[in-house]
């Protein structure tokens, strides 16, 4: 790596010891120095040893503030007393305030505190340090945030105003908060009211249900102003200039937990503050040329959907309701019948059965998807090894019974499920992986489910398929017509038409819903492109090539 020219160097007291202070445009370091007078106020243990060097990277340095010496510094409403003898000695200090990494994703402010003989040298400090945090130009300075009282155990508030406002304060971020009245009002007043030039960010506290309010208010806006006909399938959407940052509490928060790798609110202000940022995948969801919703992260038909359905009328239960659901919907055992068409992404590096995970600098990621693999299949129209699958024009078509059809965008991973619905998928390739679970046994699929929870591959059983793919199109075998309007009334029809037909059928109903990042589609049949856009948000995983720890809900004694 080039080395950096200094910008300053200083000898600086710290815990009562010397220290060798150097500052870089890419680096603030202190060593201790090794003296014979290496205690100057004597008796106080300190816990560095001598001879070790710390460094923090300038870009994750959060703020720099000068001490008052008389009276000490007001610090996040604590008052600090000045520890006497290193007052006398040396009068003047700093303190420098950096992100520190901490267990399992996890990231937590510090604080250093150096103490200068004089008061010019000390101002010089604060001074050149500011001047470097002034230089990232990527930092937010202007936030606009979002609160949702009602999202998950109804915390949002009481997280936002203690975890949350202080360090924003302290990295002299402002912001604009508004606590949402209703359901869309985030949505609605991002899409017509809100001023976002004021802004460099938009934040919300909540969970995957508040922020695909967020990219729904800001990517509606974005294609109305750029003439984009949200309707068309086709039509490119036009990125938009504004990042969504995200503050987990919520019930699921998977998007938070898929992109910073922790569920943590403070994590997640802290890279908010340093400006991280991270593309990700939109898929545009259409029913006839008509656009229902963005998605994210789900989109799930029969199980997901099922449990999501029933889930909604158990609000009041919480996170817990997703269990109670879950577990209710397990039990009911559905499948339902139709027809998948896909588009394979056969021009990409990368498959959903790769070891290898999305992280920080992902090579996949950075080329925007558009790598081409040498060892890229030919498309061929027919599939020898799968009966029901045929190709047309390069898109694929299956037909049969399916428990669940799921699409994930990113790896959908969240404290349920540590490494995700697709553990290998990226945030930002422009595919989704679409993962086919058919019609099997409950003692099967309950093998399938708890592989989510173990280290063992949920995808490698004889009735589960995952595809990568950019598109793909859902029609239920009873699809009435395109007028299909209201999906639940003909579902309870067609159920009981085709229950009279078939007295002897398990009684699966003919549709499910679609579970689309957490909200209920109101039809069925779907056509879905991926793209990706340049919607940032501002976070991403920190660990390069630690792999996330997956701890199993259950013990796997035994391979399921
Ligand atoms: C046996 C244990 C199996 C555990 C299997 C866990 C798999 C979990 C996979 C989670 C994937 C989350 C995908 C993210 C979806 C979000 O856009 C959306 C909005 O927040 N959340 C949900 O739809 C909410 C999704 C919540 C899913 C909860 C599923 C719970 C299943 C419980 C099944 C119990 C069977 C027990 C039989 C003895
Ligand atoms: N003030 C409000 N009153 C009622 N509903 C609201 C309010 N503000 C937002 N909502 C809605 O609440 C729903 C759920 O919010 P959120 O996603 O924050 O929590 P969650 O559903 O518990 O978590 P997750 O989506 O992670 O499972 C969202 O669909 C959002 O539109
Ligand atoms: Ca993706």
Redesign the pocket.
């Known amino acids: 790596m080039e080395k950096q020219p200094r910008l300053l160097a200083s000898q600086l007291l710290l815990k009562n010891s010397l220290f060798e202070v150097s500052l870089n445009r890419v680096l603030l370091t202190w060593k201790e120095i090794a003296t014979k007078k290496k205690r100057v106020s004597g008796g106080i243990h300190h816990p560095f040893k001598v001879g070790t060097s710390h460094g923090v990277s300038v870009s994750e340095i959060l703020a720099v503030r000068e001490l008052d010496v008389d009276c000490g510094t007001k610090d996040d409403g604590r008052w600090q007393k000045m520890p006497q003898k290193s007052t006398e000695a040396y009068p003047y200090a700093f303190t420098v305030s950096y992100v520190e990494r901490a267990w399992q994703h996890r990231w937590r402010c510090s604080d250093v505190t150096f103490h200068c003989l004089e008061g010019a040298l000390c101002q010089q400090w604060v001074q050149t340090i500011r001047e470097q945090l002034t230089a990232l130009t990527s930092r937010p300075k202007h936030l606009l945030v979002y609160i949702n009282p009602y999202g998950g155990k109804q915390q949002g508030e009481r997280i936002y105003e203690q975890k949350v406002a202080p360090l924003f304060t302290l990295a002299s971020i402002s912001t604009h908060v508004i606590v949402t009245e209703h359901a869309n009002h985030a949505r609605d007043h991002l899409r017509t009211e809100a001023e976002l030039k004021k802004y460099d960010g938009v934040v919300c506290v909540g ?3 508040m922020f695909s309010e967020m990219v729904h208010g800001l990517v509606s806006r974005t294609q109305r102003d750029n003439g984009v006909d949200q309707n068309s399938p086709e039509e490119k959407l036009v990125p938009c200039t504004l990042r969504i940052g995200i503050i987990p509490a ?3 928060d ?1 998007i938070c937990y898929a992109t910073v790798g922790i569920n943590d609110p403070v994590t997640s202000a802290l890279h908010i503050i340093v400006g991280d940022a991270q593309p990700m995948d939109v898929c545009s969801v259409h029913h006839n040329n008509t656009f229902l919703r963005y998605s994210v ?2 989109l799930g038909y029969g199980f ?1 959907g099922d ?2 359905a029933d889930s909604e009328r158990k609000r009041w239960m919480g996170p817990a309701r ?2 109670f659901s ?2 209710k919907t ?1 039990l009911t055992h559905h499948y339902y019948e139709g027809t998948v068409s896909f588009l394979p992404a056969t021009d990409i590096l990368g498959t959903p059965r790769d070891k290898t995970r999305c992280r920080a600098g992902c090579f996949i990621c950075q080329h925007n998807g558009q790598l081409y693999s040498e060892d890229a299949p030919e498309i061929c129209e027919t599939d020898p090894d799968v009966s029901d699958s045929e190709y047309k024009g390069g898109w694929r078509v299956i037909r049969g019974k399916f428990l669940a059809i799921n699409a994930a965008s990113m790896s ?1 991973a ?1 404290p ?2 540590p490494k ?2 697709s553990p290998a998928a990226h945030l930002a390739d422009g595919t989704t992986d679409l993962i086919l679970v058919r019609k099997c046994s409950r003692f099967n699929f ?1 093998r399938h ?2 592989r ?2 173990s280290k063992y591959d949920q995808f490698d059983m004889t009735f589960v398929e995952v595809h990568r793919v950019r598109r793909f199109r859902f029609t239920p075998r009873y699809c009435q017509s395109d007028s299909e309007l209201d999906l639940r009334e003909n579902g309870k029809r067609l159920f009981s038409q085709i229950c009279r037909d078939h007295p002897a059928c398990s009684c699966s109903p003919a549709y499910s819903s679609w ?1 689309c ?2 909200e209920i589609l109101p039809h069925a049949a779907i056509e879905v492109g991926c793209v990706t856009t340049p919607y940032n948000l501002l976070c991403k995983y920190t660990v390069h090539s630690e792999s996330i720890q997956t701890p199993s ?1 259950f013990p796997h004694f035994f391979t399921l």
Request: aromatic letters at 12%; hydrophobic letters at 30%; charged letters at 10%.
């Open positions: 969970g995957d249900g919520g019930s699921t998977c992260s789900l997901y449990m999501l997703y269990d879950g577990f397990f959908c969240c349920r499920s995700g619905l309950l489910l708890l989510h929870t579970n990042d957490g809900l």
